[in-house]
DNA sequence: GTAAATATAATAATCATTACAAGTTTAAAC
DNA sequence: GTTTAAACTTGTAATGATTATTATATTTAC
């Protein structure tokens, strides 16, 4: 996906979504940081460039993003939502020491098929928890992690 | 699972967990009613039985049970954290319609293998989201589903 | 350019969960 | 069996993410 604002505007209006100022860079947020974010990692992020930044139109902006297919929703932690730019069918690990959330691929439509026969289904989600491989090895030297969000 | 309270009560000694009658209790709700209850429909379905229960009580020994592996926690929901009794591994699908959420049985260790390597894996979910066949049905006949959670 | 529709922003409300403090029950020690 | 400490329950307050609401601003349609 391009970073360009132009390229931005178009896909937002491509789907039917007015391509406004904050809109745009919450997109454009989405495509460079994609540690799957929280809506307040979101908001921290841009409050820089738009001081008038407003928490609900990061939610609304989201919502609507969401209804239109354009970023997805991972439901991992238990308090707060992750918001994912890639829609494409993947996996995601997180790390219950460091926080972080690692994608991996998976095959999701090669199983499950004959229980759910008769249902329809919409939305398949994957989610791992353990430990990522540099935490382990910290853990094994004794180190002590932050819980922080670095991918 | 039986049902008899001394066989809930060793189960529960059985794991270094103290039985009381809220515990029992909770534990005896959780196999008679495997519908993966909310906190709140645990508290509700037991306030006849312990007119005293409080609902930090439900909290405090869900969590409990969480810990010593008893239960099951499952995050298909954005709002609502919902408890499972059966632990052994299998998959979870909800409807969005009605609210029910269905077990079908999947073998998750035989993929994602190799992308997670040098990953301590802990614990795997697999969370559909769609439509159940009842709610397809009525939806055909131009009926209006409930949201409730009937299994 | 004006009016209608839509978006943003600020604030209040909601609600599931946790934190805390006080009272109660249980289990061990004597 | 009484004493005593630890564990459990309860009620209430606090927390925090998300939604609802409403006024203001912006965009679109005519
Ligand atoms: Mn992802
Ligand atoms: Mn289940
Ligand atoms: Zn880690
Ligand atoms: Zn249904």
Redesign the pocket.
């Known amino acids: 996906m391009d970073l360009q604002a132009k390229n931005l505007s178009a896909e937002l209006s491509k789907r039917n979504?007015?391509?406004?100022?904050?809109?745009i860079k919450v997109l454009e947020y989405l495509i460079k940081n994609q540690f799957h974010p929280?809506?307040?990692q979101i908001f921290t992020g841009l409050q820089g460039e738009?001081p008038?930044?407003?928490?609900?139109?990061?939610?609304?902006?989201?919502?609507?993003f969401i209804q239109s297919g354009l970023v997805r929703v991972l439901n991992i932690e238990?308090?707060?939502?992750?918001y994912d730019i890639i829609t494409e069918s993947h996996g995601h690990f997180k790390c219950e020491t460091c926080g972080a959330i690692f994608n991996f691929k998976i095959n999701i439509d090669s199983f499950a098929t004959e229980e759910l026969k008769g249902f329809k289904v919409i939305d398949k989600n994957v989610y791992f928890k353990g430990v990522c491989p540099k935490c382990l090895l910290n853990i094994n030297q004794g180190k002590n992690n932050r819980k922080e969000n670095v991918l």
Chains 1, 2 share one sequence.
């Not at 238990?78 to 992750?82: G, K, V």
């Open positions: 979504i007015r391509p406004s100022y904050q809109r929280t809506a307040d738009i008038t930044l407003s928490k609900s139109t990061i939610y609304n902006t989201l919502n609507t238990d308090n707060e939502t992750r």
